[in-house]
Every structure is written in C-alpha cells, then in structure tokens.
C-alpha cells in the first residue's frame, strides 16, 4: 500500500496538506468550467432534455474515478479501507437530501460546487446561490436539533454496492463503465426526440419574421 | 491561445478529467471532493464572529469549530483552489464576464432571488445528506457507496421535479 498520503491526509491541518488542496481544487474548477459547468444555462439543460452534459460528465467521472480506484486497490497500491470510511449511508436523510439538491439545483442553476465556478468567472447568479448555499447549510444545523432522529435515521454504516450484490468490486465497476457507455446512447436519443418536439412546435412561427 | 466562449471540452473527455483528479483525491488525501462543506464553514465563521456562545449550543456548528477556526479545513482551502481554477478557466476560455444567466423574457431580480432560494435549499439538502452533488454524488458515487447511489438518483429525480415550476427562468 502506498497511498492515501499521509502528509496530504485530509484530516491533517498542516500546510502540505492545504497545497495539496488548493492545488486540487484549482484542477477540479478548471474542468469544471471547461466542461461548461460554469454556466446555469448550459447545466439546467440535463432537465429540460435539451442537452444531457450533466449526465454524462458526471457518470464518465464517477466511472473513471470507480474503476481507477478498485483497479489500484486491485494491485495493492491503494488502502480502500481507508478512503471508504469516510462516506458511511445513513439512508433517510441522503434520499431527502438528494431531492432536496436536485430540486434547489434546476431553481439556482447550479449545484454548490458548480455555484462557486459560476461565480469567480462573474456570474451574478452564481454569487447569489454560493450565498444561498451558506444560508442554507447553517440554517440546517440550526434546525437538526429540532428533527429528532431523521439525520441519523436508515444508518447503515459502511455499505457499498458490491458488498450489497455480492459482486467483487472491480468487476461492478467495469459492469457499470459498460452500462454507462450504452446509456449515452440513450441520452443521445432523448436530445434528438427533444430537438425534433420543440422544431415541430416551433415550425408554425418559423415563416414569420425571427427575433433571434 | 484563441478564445472562443462557446467552445467546451467534450463531455467525455471532461468527465474522464473530472475522475482522474476525484482519484487523485482519493488516492493522496485519502478523501473526495467537496464544495458544501466549505460554503458552511465560512457561515458557521459569520455566526461565531457575532454569536460564539450560540455557536457552541448548536452542535453540527460546535463540530465545525472543534480544531479550532473553521476555516482551518481542508476542504476551505479546496475550494479557494475551486474559485482560483474557475477564474483561470473563465479567463482563458473568454467567458469571464460580469453577467446574469437567465432566459431572455425573465428579468434578473427575480432570477437572483430564485438562485438564493435554489442555494439556500441545497444547503439545507446537503446538510442532511452529509454532502452536495460533488461530496456525496460525485465523491461517494466513484467509492460505491449505497447511500451516494441513492443521492445521486434523488438528486436527478428533484431536479426533473422541480423543473417544470421554474422553466420560465431560463426560456
């Protein structure tokens, strides 16, 4: 086992380790924002099936990064272990969660991290979701006291797809690369039936004058 | 170099860029990405400046004051690293511009109120879901875990959800 780093371990507070995450969040906005993700208008379209950009560089990125890491693991270069335990499920409040981002999502045009793109390249839109995103976080945690149980609610620890399917974890993650290559097909086709509806809904005013 | 504002990467060659950094994450820090996590740091900092005995009572905002000044996370330094990589990004790609994206017929107050009010709601889903769309989607989703899985198919279906009711801001 060679990595995790220990000097870069995320829970270290020493100034090797906050390089390191500048220096990775610096590579993470700046494909964010070549990817188009800096742009409400170009993110909201995965919900209008104008254009599935969302889909397919958030899948591609979490098949590269699932394949990549059960491969490294695989050889012995990487301590899964070590990583995994930081992301236990506690099942109720990540659905409704879940819902909750998506919905708050296609209102700002943007997700927290996307928001934060939108704004250092001058978006105003962008700005105002970043400081709905504080608002909102730290009204949680004023208002988690009051919900009771629900945000520990359908704790179930350290569980993960392939111990759920009894699948050996590398051999899922190529599965799913697959799945995933065939669903861009799919994608594909929802964009051109999409484009087709809105030409055919729009053709009536096409002979007259256009205010493009 | 030549910049061109309507010219993105391929989405999958941008997806696979997006990976290899969510792995080189994984692999040195030992952790994914984040972006929620640092926006509550700094309001829990605002709240501490003028309120540190509620601060204290509160426990998730007591936890992220336990090693001392909020601030002094990981994750804030991420996503300093965030802004300075969309800025670089945006600049040289052209599309570096004080703006409000927002459809044609929608003006912009209420866009900028409706991009608060989304915001607002993420924070409050991320709260709960122990990260956003990249710390528990993207960052869960590549380790596999049940519960990122869950998220992220929620996180489509509110998005499809809500779509309808706010179509207007962006036609």
């Given at each position: 086992?060679i990595?995790?780093?220990?000097?870069?371990?995320?829970?270290?507070?020493?100034?090797?380790?906050?390089?390191?995450?500048?220096?990775?969040?610096?590579?993470?906005?700046?494909?964010?924002?070549?990817?188009?993700f800096?742009?409400?208008?170009k993110?909201?379209?995965?919900?209008?099936?104008t254009?599935?950009?969302?889909?397919r560089?958030?899948?591609?990125?979490?098949?590269?990064?699932?394949?990549?890491?059960?491969l490294?693991?695989?050889?012995?270069?990487?301590?899964?272990?070590?990583?995994?335990?930081?992301?236990?499920t506690y099942l109720?409040?990540?659905?409704?969660?879940?819902?909750l981002v998506?919905?708050?999502?296609?209102?700002?045009?943007?997700?927290?991290?996307?928001?934060?793109?939108?704004?250092?390249?001058?978006?105003?839109?962008?700005?105002?979701?970043?400081?709905?995103?504080?608002?909102?976080?730290?009204?949680?945690?004023?208002?988690q006291?009051?919900?009771?149980?629900?945000?520990?609610?359908?704790?179930?620890?350290?569980?993960?797809?392939?111990?759920?399917?009894h699948?050996?974890?590398?051999?899922?993650?190529?599965?799913?690369?697959?799945a995933?290559?065939?669903?861009?097909?799919g994608?594909?086709?929802?964009e051109?039936?999409?484009?087709?509806?809105?030409?055919?809904?729009?053709?009536?005013?096409?002979?007259?004058?256009?205010?493009e | 170099?030549?910049?061109?504002?309507?010219?993105?990467?391929?989405?999958?060659?941008?997806?696979?860029a997006?990976?290899?950094?969510?792995?080189?994450?994984?692999?040195?820090?030992?952790?994914?990405?984040?972006?929620?996590?640092?926006?509550?740091?700094?309001g829990?900092?605002?709240?501490?400046?003028?309120?540190?005995?509620?601060?204290?009572?509160?426990?998730?905002?007591?936890?992220?004051?336990?090693?001392?000044?909020?601030?002094?996370?990981?994750?804030?330094?991420?996503?300093?690293?965030?802004?300075?990589g969309?800025?670089?990004?945006?600049?040289?790609?052209?599309r570096?511009?004080?703006?409000?994206?927002?459809?044609?017929?929608?003006?912009?107050?209420?866009?900028?109120?409706?991009?608060?009010?989304?915001?607002?709601?993420?924070?409050v889903?991320?709260?709960?879901?122990?990260?956003?769309?990249?710390?528990?989607?993207?960052?869960?989703?590549?380790?596999?875990?049940?519960g990122?899985?869950?998220?992220?198919?929620?996180?489509?279906?509110?998005?499809?959800?809500?779509?309808?009711?706010v179509?207007?801001e962006?036609?």
């Amino acid at each position: 086992m060679i990595f995790p780093v220990d000097a870069l371990l995320q829970e270290n507070l020493t100034p090797v380790a906050f390089a390191g995450a500048l220096a990775i969040g610096t590579a993470f906005g700046f494909v964010l924002e070549r990817a188009g993700f800096g742009r409400a208008d170009k993110l909201v379209g995965q919900f209008y099936g104008t254009e599935m950009t969302v889909y397919r560089v958030m899948f591609t990125a979490v098949v590269t990064a699932m394949v990549g890491s059960a491969l490294l693991a695989a050889v012995g270069l990487l301590d899964l272990q070590a990583v995994t335990i930081n992301y236990p499920t506690y099942l109720w409040p990540m659905i409704v969660g879940g819902l909750l981002v998506g919905a708050g999502f296609v209102t700002s045009g943007y997700c927290p991290g996307t928001s934060v793109v939108a704004a250092a390249s001058g978006k105003l839109d962008g700005i105002f979701t970043v400081l709905g995103v504080v608002v909102g976080s730290v009204a949680y945690a004023e208002l988690q006291p009051q919900l009771g149980a629900f945000h520990e609610s359908g704790k179930l620890g350290k569980l993960f797809l392939p111990e759920l399917f009894h699948v050996p974890r590398l051999l899922l993650a190529v599965v799913i690369a697959v799945a995933a290559a065939f669903s861009y097909k799919g994608a594909g086709k929802i964009e051109r039936l999409v484009a087709e509806a809105r030409a055919r809904k729009a053709a009536p005013v096409a002979a007259a004058p256009q205010a493009e | 170099m030549e910049r061109n504002p309507n010219r993105f990467w391929n989405p999958y060659v941008a997806g696979v860029a997006l990976g290899l950094v969510l792995l080189s994450a994984y692999a040195l820090t030992g952790k994914g990405l984040g972006a929620s996590g640092a926006s509550f740091r700094v309001g829990v900092t605002a709240v501490n400046a003028v309120a540190p005995d509620h601060v204290a009572a509160v426990p998730m905002l007591a936890a992220a004051t336990e090693e001392g000044s909020p601030l002094s996370n990981w994750l804030v330094f991420e996503v300093a690293g965030v802004v300075l990589g969309g800025l670089l990004g945006a600049w040289t790609s052209g599309r570096l511009k004080l703006e409000t994206l927002r459809g044609p017929t929608f003006g912009q107050a209420p866009r900028l109120a409706l991009a608060l009010l989304g915001g607002a709601v993420m924070g409050v889903g991320a709260g709960m879901a122990r990260g956003c769309a990249s710390g528990q989607g993207l960052s869960g989703g590549g380790l596999m875990s049940a519960g990122a899985w869950a998220f992220m198919l929620c996180f489509f279906a509110g998005g499809y959800a809500m779509a309808w009711f706010v179509r207007r801001e962006y036609r």
